[in-house]
Structures are given as structure tokens and as C-alpha cells.
């Protein structure tokens, strides 16, 4: 394997970096491509909502559980094998979905498709660290964020044009383009030489808080993409307008995502964490409380702007926090956190809407968002008494 020094570009389009921001993007069309359709898709076929939530915790259960496996192929076959393996994978699983109708088969699929996400998320992920530095951290991880915002606001867009049409155009669509990601890695990414150490419990500890805010960004995306499309069904929503609804919510992040992030350099990771999560509270309990196509909009705009910096500026918190030699092991526990607030996030809202009804689909991502939000408040009296 080829050995490349670390970058001293402070460039946040370093050699690297371009085809990272391209994965991203990839990354995000395929989670909102893929999995608002899928859900659509097993509710018109009248699955029960607790299997569509099953199903996707399965999906997000595979990417938390991955993580370990795709650390040692890191090691093992390089950044850009792994990518490339994961894209595979996906590219020629994502078809297979709508051409059954067996909810076993369904279950399958969605664990291979989980395996393909968990490789080249956490390839990308560790990938980040290593082609910037920390002065470009966090523009860098911003830009990464507003890159994986867009595909995933694409995602439903293109989706929704041909699902009407036929679902196999749009898992077909997506598959191809998520294909394209191969040659991405192959044309724009060198290789690099990954040391990679498992995660202790005293990087655990220097990062809880951050770990925090991936919990809560996992959970909540989950919940939004797997599960609001069968509540938007059930409230006579068009796929059409489900898909537009999904859109304003990420164009939302789009807009936010990199002055967000460029305040949180000139001023303070976490007050500017704590802002976000403040409007998140807001807008949660706007969309909960709220049956207006117009005020649901506003709120997912709100949402989508306050809810999707929360991830880069998490994840910046661990360069921060963590020395160089560490980090691989911070980023993989942070993928991991994520990838299980993704796990729990469909099947206990699922659940709350089975039990509860379908007006609390949101209730225990309020919940999660105000405990951190307490946390963050706490962090800062801490820090301001002189404590931290």
C-alpha cells in the first residue's frame, strides 16, 4: 500500500478532500433515495407499521454492527477497497427491493444494503481525519455535511418523479448512481496507510458529549426518513408532496450547514451546538402539534436547518477533543453512536405510534434533543464557573 504524508493544505479542497465531498454526496442520496421508499413501498403493500420500523432498524442495526468488521477490512484492503466494496453492494442490492413482495426477502435485502452503508460510511468518516488537519477541520467537515444534505434532498426528489411510474425506475435510478461512486474513488481518492486502534474508554469518555449529539442526529434522521412518510400517507399526503416535504427540510440544511459551521469556528463549537438544538426542540414540537401543509413546510425548513449542523459540528467536537493518533479510534466510536441512535430510532417511534398513535411519532426525539440540550447547558454553566 502506498504510504501518504498527512495533508498541510489548509485548503478545504486539499487532494482528497473533492472526492470525499462527492462520497458524501453519494452517501446521502442513497439514504434519501432509498429508505423513504422503501417505506412507502412496504406500507402500500399493507405491512404493519412495526415491521416497516423493524425493517429499518435492521438496516441501521447492520451499520452500528459493521462498524468492527469494516475496521479491520480498513486495514486490509485500504480506504478507496472499501469504498469501492460498499458501493458495489449497494448498487446491486437496491434493485432486488421492489421485485418481491416477501417480507423476509425485504429483511435480507435491507441487511445487505445496511453492510454497504456501514463501508463506505465508515471508510468516508475515517477518511475525513486523515485529509485535513486542524486547521480546516471544521469547514472541511461542514462542507462534507452540506455535500451529504444535498444528495440526501435530491434523493426524494428524483425518487418521487418515477415512483409513480414504476418503483423499480427509482431503486434502478439509484442504484446507478450510486454506482458512479466507483469511479469517484478510483479517479479522485490516493490511498492511504490506516493505523487503527480500538476505541478505549478514555477516548469514550473525552467525546461523551459529542457522542451525544450523534446519538440524537441518528436517531431523529432515521425517524424522519423511515417513518414521517407513513405518517404523511396516513394524513392523505400525495408521494408527490411527501417528497417536496423532504426537500424543504434538507434545502433548510443546505442553507444552514456552512454558515453554521463557519460561526462555530469564529466563536464556540458548543454554544453554537446549543443554538441548533434549541431551534431542533422548536421545530419538533411545531410539526407534532401542527396538520398544515404550509406550517408543516415552515417547520421542516426550521428542522432541516437547525437539525443538520448538529452532525459536523459533533463531529468536529472529536478533533478537538482528541489528538491525531486517537482520532481514527474517536471517529469509529462516532459512527458507531450514530449508527445506533439510527438503529433505535424507526422501531421506538414505530412503536410509540402503535401504542400512542401517530401524533407521537415525534415525542421521543423530543425527548432526546431536550436531555441533550439540558446537557449542553450544563456543559456550558460548567465550563463558565471555571469547572471545565
Not at 219 to 227: C, G, Q, R
Not at 363 to 383: C, D, E, G, H, Q
Amino acid at each position: 500500500m502506498q504510504r501518504f504524508p498527512s495533508t498541510t493544505s489548509n485548503s478545504p479542497f486539499a487532494t482528497g478532500l473533492p472526492a470525499l465531498y462527492a462520497v458524501a454526496f453519494l452517501s446521502g442520496l442513497s439514504l434519501g433515495l432509498f429508505n423513504p421508499f422503501v417505506s412507502t413501498l412496504m406500507a402500500q403493500h399493507g405491512i404493519d407499521d412495526v415491521w416497516i420500523g423493524a425493517n429499518s432498524t435492521v438496516y441501521f442495526l447492520v451499520i452500528a454492527l459493521g462498524t468492527p468488521i469494516v475496521a479491520k477490512m480498513l486495514r486490509r484492503i485500504g480506504l478507496r477497497g472499501t469504498m469501492i466494496l460498499g458501493f458495489a453492494l449497494m448498487g446491486l442490492a437496491a434493485p432486488l427491493f421492489p421485485l418481491t413482495t416477501n417480507l423476509s426477502l425485504w429483511f435480507i435485502i435491507r441487511t445487505v444494503m445496511g453492510f454497504a452503508v456501514c463501508l463506505y460510511l465508515v471508510s468516508g468518516q475515517t477518511a475525513l481525519n486523515y485529509f485535513c488537519n486542524d486547521s480546516n477541520r471544521s469547514i472541511v467537515n461542514g462542507l462534507e455535511a452540506l455535500c451529504f444534505s444535498l444528495g440526501f434532498g435530491i434523493g426524494p426528489v428524483i425518487g418521487s418523479a418515477f415512483y409513480d411510474v414504476s418503483p423499480r425506475i427509482t431503486f434502478s435510478l439509484g442504484s446507478m448512481l450510486v454506482l458512479s461512486g466507483i469511479a469517484v474513488v478510483l479517479i479522485g481518492l490516493p490511498e492511504k496507510s490506516i493505523s487503527f486502534k480500538q476505541p478505549r474508554l478514555a477516548v469514550f469518555k473525552k467525546i461523551k458529549l459529542p457522542l451525544q449529539g450523534a446519538f440524537a442526529y441518528g436517531f431523529s434522521v432515521a425517524t424522519l426518513v423511515s417513518l414521517y412518510p407513513v405518517y404523511l400517507l396516513r394524513h392523505d399526503y400525495g408521494v408527490e408532496e411527501i417528497g417536496y416535504t423532504f426537500s424543504v427540510f434538507i434545502i433548510g440544511g443546505l442553507v444552514a450547514t456552512v454558515p453554521v459551521t463557519h460561526l462555530a469556528d469564529r466563536f464556540s463549537k458548543s454554544k453554537v451546538l446549543l443554538g441548533s438544538v434549541c431551534m431542533v426542540v422548536l421545530s419538533v414540537l411545531g410539526l407534532s402539534l401542527l396538520d398544515n401543509i404550509m406550517a408543516t413546510k415552515v417547520f421542516a425548513f426550521i428542522a432541516g436547518a437547525s437539525m443538520s449542523p448538529i452532525f459536523p459540528l459533533s463531529r468536529a467536537l472529536i478533533g478537538s477533543k482528541l489528538s491525531t493518533e486517537k482520532l481514527p479510534s474517536g471517529t469509529a466510536l462516532f459512527t458507531a453512536i450514530y449508527s445506533a441512535g439510527c438503529t433505535a430510532g424507526p422501531i421506538l417511534s414505530a412503536l410509540a405510534m402503535k401504542y400512542w398513535g401517530d401524533r407521537f411519532i415525534f415525542s421521543l426525539m423530543l425527548a432526546i434533543f431536550v436531555i441533550f440540550m439540558v446537557r449542553l447547558m450544563r456543559t456550558k454553566k460548567k465550563r463558565m464557573l471555571g469547572y471545565n
